[in-house]
């Protein structure tokens, strides 16, 4: 199993960053299960993480029945929003792109509660699409791609949707990232898949297939990357796994007494290992879960929901290999954020004006 590795900022964590690295940069990722925060300075090949806060806060809880975000979601979410804004302040945070995801996009009043996230907290959270949201996340993974493989599928699991893109390592340039040749959302995250099929009293095989047949309904009908599905029925791809279902599979499978990331992300996992994982998860009942240092109580019920969907996609789209991934949308704002500095200052060296910052 290779040594997970030091990519932009996932094993740099420095919280005593010195007066003189640098500015400060944050991303802040709000989706249908949790709040996270991002905050780092530039660094030789990526940045270095100052700071990182995360709380599962169930924005979506309810949602897909009501559809509208509930009054005790809003104020958990609010809650972590308030911290996440103070650590912000705090830093002195040069630049900060605040993003809302699946939740906040379908929900009747998503707008009206990103309006009092503003004026409560200061955070002006913008909504981003889909295709956005699964363009920062391959580019939040892009140092877990095996560049000896053809092509790659990274699947980002959220709480409210999952994003697929499929990657064409073949026609990657000697330098920059490899082209998304297509991407799919689908409105079904771990939050809504465990909502729309309630666990009972314990875990069946049969309960956990249909979840799985939902899932593979919802991708079956997508055709757009059909030029590279023979890369993968001969094995010449690999999976990348980005959320917090899949990282707490990966640090059950290790076998972790606590979730380190430092352990986890960038591991590799083959199709038997995955399937054995959640065989051991549906051998637990919801408190066995729970009592797992890699799940905890607030994902115990929704762990499974993740296994599930990985399960889906491993069916329709086969690879020996998946990499765990304990990164994502955060990481890829943050690449961004920092890119655009570099070309701001590139342009000031040739003495072109920069354009404002947003």
Avoid at 314 to 326: F, G, I, M, N, T
């Amino acid at each position: 199993m290779d040594e997970a590795p030091r990519a932009p900022g996932a094993s740099m964590r420095d919280r005593d960053r010195s007066a003189g690295a640098g500015p400060c940069y944050a991303a802040l990722d709000l989706g249908t299960n949790n709040c996270r925060l991002l905050i780092a300075t530039p660094a030789a090949g990526g940045f270095r993480v100052v700071e990182a806060f995360s709380r599962i806060v169930r924005l979506g809880e309810g949602l897909s029945q009501s559809g509208r975000l509930s009054d005790a979601a809003m104020e958990r979410a609010l809650a972590a929003l308030r911290i996440s804004a103070e650590k912000v302040r705090r830093r002195r945070v040069a630049r900060l792109r605040a993003i809302a995801t699946q939740a906040c996009r379908i929900a009747e009043n998503g707008q009206a509660f990103l309006d009092r996230v503003a004026e409560e907290t200061g955070l002006r959270l913008q909504i981003i699409s889909p295709q956005e949201e699964a363009r920062l996340s391959v580019a939040g993974c892009l140092n877990l791609l095996d560049r000896s493989a053809e092509a790659a599928l990274v699947v980002d699991v959220g709480g409210g949707s999952t994003e697929l893109s499929w990657v064409d390592l073949k026609a990657a340039p000697p330098s920059g990232p490899p082209p998304v040749r297509a991407w799919l959302s689908i409105p079904v995250g771990v939050v809504t898949l465990a909502e729309r099929f309630p666990e009972g009293e314990t875990a069946t095989e049969g309960w956990f297939r249909e979840m799985v047949e939902a899932v593979k309904a919802e991708i079956a009908a997508f055709r757009r990357a059909d030029p590279l599905r023979p890369i993968f029925e001969a094995d010449r791809a690999h999976l990348i796994g980005t959320s917090g279902a899949i990282t707490s599979l990966a640090g059950l499978h290790l076998n972790l007494p606590r979730y380190d990331r430092s352990r986890v992300d960038g591991i590799w996992m083959t199709r038997d290992e995955c399937d054995a994982a959640a065989g051991r998860l549906l051998a637990l009942n919801a408190r066995e879960r729970a009592g797992e240092p890699c799940i905890g109580p607030d994902r115990a019920d929704l762990v499974l929901a993740g296994a599930a969907i990985l399960q889906a996609v491993q069916e329709l789209w086969p690879c020996s290999r998946v990499r765990v991934a304990d990164r994502g949308l955060r990481e890829g704002i943050l690449i961004s954020l920092m890119a655009d500095r570099g070309r701001r200052r590139r342009r000031r060296r040739r003495g072109a004006p920069a354009p404002a910052a947003p």
